[in-house]
């Protein structure tokens, strides 16, 4: 991601990228943002949300890992919540967590309908055995197939012959139904 883009977003969600200053020793987060800059608007909507979160519950969501594989985006997180800044039941904690879960699959989701280039609408596209989501246009330049994963075109001359109808036969369970008789001990 470009320098000043991910700068933003570590100004912005201070909290959430407080690992940004650790060593390679401690964190992954030591590499940046390894996703081009078409996601930014993906993971800022992410970490808006994560940060609404933090601000209605007091868990904080830290960002451990923030990388583009297999086309798609991961975001790796933690979470840490000091006990003295929760603001909900540690029984609520759980739904919580799920929640903050949820937004960050979406935005995973999210990830591969959107050029990681330009942040247009794209498809999860191949060159070779790499994958990158990719709108039409980034894919030309840069020598991808376009949406190749969905596999949806590609005319594949396989004629099936005439569409064999059978009629799924009912078996008709003729058997009659077994009466336990009741054994009713008096
Ligand atoms: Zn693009």
Redesign the pocket.
Known sequence: MKEELQKKLYEKYTRIFEQRTLPMSQTCMCWGIETDS?WYDLIDTLCSQLDAIHKLTGIVTVAIQVKEKFGTLRFYTTSDSDEGELKIDQEDLKVWWGIADACIGEAEDQSAQT?E??G?Y?KLCSKGGWYQT??K??AKENGYNYGTKDSQEETSPTDSPAASSEASPEEGDAEGEEVESSSSAG
Do not use: N, P
Request: net charge negative.
């Open positions: 078409g050029c280039v330009c247009e794209g990719l709108c246009e980034h």
